[in-house]
């Protein structure tokens, strides 16, 4: 095992009214106290009673996915929860991951976004 999953992020141009959409859906807590996000008007969270955490992300110009249209797709990326940013970096690198983005590596916290092998963002998050 290389990872835990944190969390699930989706973008969107509203993250607290989404968050509060997926709480009515799911039950939960809105932007409840965790030391690994801090929450703002950029960025909001939903613990929901089965232990998942779905995140909201803004995105300026935010463009919603239209199902089934490939010109506008589904649109998410995982965080995985690392002790080790560099040895976890060895690892998906091994196992086919593209390196998209190390800048993010000076965020206090540490986090680095990466491709899958078929081109879906992910973010390991320095914990621990």
Do not use: K
């Not at 239209?66 to 965080?79: E, G």
């Not at 690892?91 to 879906?120: F, I, K, M, N, S």
């Amino acid at each position: 095992m290389i990872a835990e999953l944190q969390c699930v992020v989706l973008d969107c141009p509203d993250p607290l009214r989404l968050a509060e959409f997926y709480q009515a859906v799911l039950g939960g807590t809105v932007n409840r106290p965790d030391p690994r996000w801090s929450v703002d008007e950029e960025w909001a969270t939903l613990h929901a009673p089965s232990g998942l955490v779905l995140a909201f992300q803004r995105v300026a110009d935010h463009r919603p996915p239209r199902w089934p249209d490939p010109a506008r797709p589904q649109q998410f990326h995982l965080d995985f929860g690392v002790a080790d940013l560099d040895r976890a970096q060895e690892q998906v690198l091994a196992c086919g991951a593209t390196l998209l983005d190390a800048r993010a590596d000076a965020a206090p916290d540490g986090w680095r976004v990466y491709a899958d092998p078929a081109g879906h963002p992910f973010c390991l998050v320095r914990h621990g």
